[in-house]
């Protein structure tokens, strides 16, 4: 039989016994609730002076509720994670908890899958709210179920990133800061060769490249969006709710040039997303393991014992 993480056990145990689960979870529905209301104030007032029906325009609530509770996990989770380590320290607590005989990883995944568990509390508490877009507008309910999948893997993200700022920096605070800077990284940082090409590189390639070869390997500059989260939400919700890809125009950028390159495969069909999805786990992945190499006890003590040799060398 499977043995639950301890650290999950314990965590979830205490949250569970605190009231700052219950105001959050009320925080969480109240700022849904204000959503909706607005989101039907705006619906009605684009309606009015036209004979449309109303009802089908309320389609739009799924997106804005779905957007409005993985902006709200975007910052949350990453506040939970960065304080998992760091605040360890702060209590002086981690040299207890890594003297037991849980291995760095299985210390660092019990963190990230108790901030998962408390975020998806959060979600499964909104479906009232969310019920609603699917009563009255008339979205399919399998819907629900790939924003429950969104949701998990933003999370995931979210905590992960989290996680590995607080096995850097010795205070809360600064693994907190850390974590929205690597958010900028992702969100800004990957949009910088796309509009570097948008600017400068159409031109250069039309005026070199493309007239002697005829072909484009420029297009290949958009790739990083892979890695955008505005991009990947933005590319879901217009796949749920049109049935389009928006990523399938980039291979259209050039008129006179065939594309070439991995660019020319990713924008077909589905393959963005997949893609995408398989990226965010990946590097999700990658920072947990940076985390548990950054914890590990044994690697600490044998760069000290490095560093003395040098020392006394």
Do not use: H
């Not at 304080?83 to 908890?97: K, L, N, P, V, Y």
Request: charged share 10%; with cysteine; aromatic share 14%.
């Amino acid at each position: 039989m499977m043995r639950l993480n301890p650290i999950i056990k314990r965590d979830v145990k205490v949250q569970s016994r605190s009231m700052k689960i219950c105001f959050g979870v009320f925080a969480y529905e109240l700022i849904l609730a204000l959503v909706f209301f607005l989101a039907l104030y705006i619906i009605e007032q684009n309606n009015i002076y036209t004979s449309k029906n109303i009802y089908s325009d309320l389609v739009a609530l799924y997106p804005a509720l779905g957007v409005t509770q993985l902006i709200v996990l975007g910052v949350i989770v990453p506040v939970r994670t960065a304080s998992a380590i760091s605040g360890e320290r702060e209590r002086q607590t981690f040299d207890i908890m890594m003297t037991t005989g849980m291995t760095p990883f299985s210390v660092i995944w019990g963190k990230v899958m108790t901030a998962i568990i408390q975020s998806m509390l959060f979600v499964a508490a909104s479906l009232p709210i969310m019920a609603l877009t699917f009563v009255i507008g008339g979205v399919p309910w399998s819907y629900l179920f790939w924003f429950f999948a969104i949701a998990l893997l933003a999370s995931f993200f979210a905590a992960s990133i989290g996680i590995l700022c607080s096995s850097i920096c010795k205070r809360s605070v600064s693994a907190v800061i850390l974590s929205y800077g690597f958010y900028l990284i992702f969100f800004i940082g990957t949009l910088l060769p796309a509009i570097f090409y948008g600017i400068y590189g159409v031109n250069l390639l039309y005026a070199n490249r493309v007239a002697s070869s005829g072909y484009s390997y420029g297009e290949n500059a958009y790739l990083p969006l892979l890695l955008n989260p505005v991009v990947y939400l933005t590319e879901f919700f217009t796949q749920i709710m049109t049935g389009e890809s928006l990523v399938n125009e980039i291979s259209d950028l050039s008129v006179t040039a065939k594309v070439r390159g991995p660019i020319r495969y990713v924008t077909q069909g589905p393959w963005w997303m997949i893609v995408s999805t398989v990226l965010f786990v990946a590097v999700s992945f990658l920072f947990l393991w940076f985390a548990s190499r950054r914890i590990d006890p044994m690697k600490s003590r044998a760069v000290m014992k490095k560093g003395r040799r040098g020392a006394t060398g």
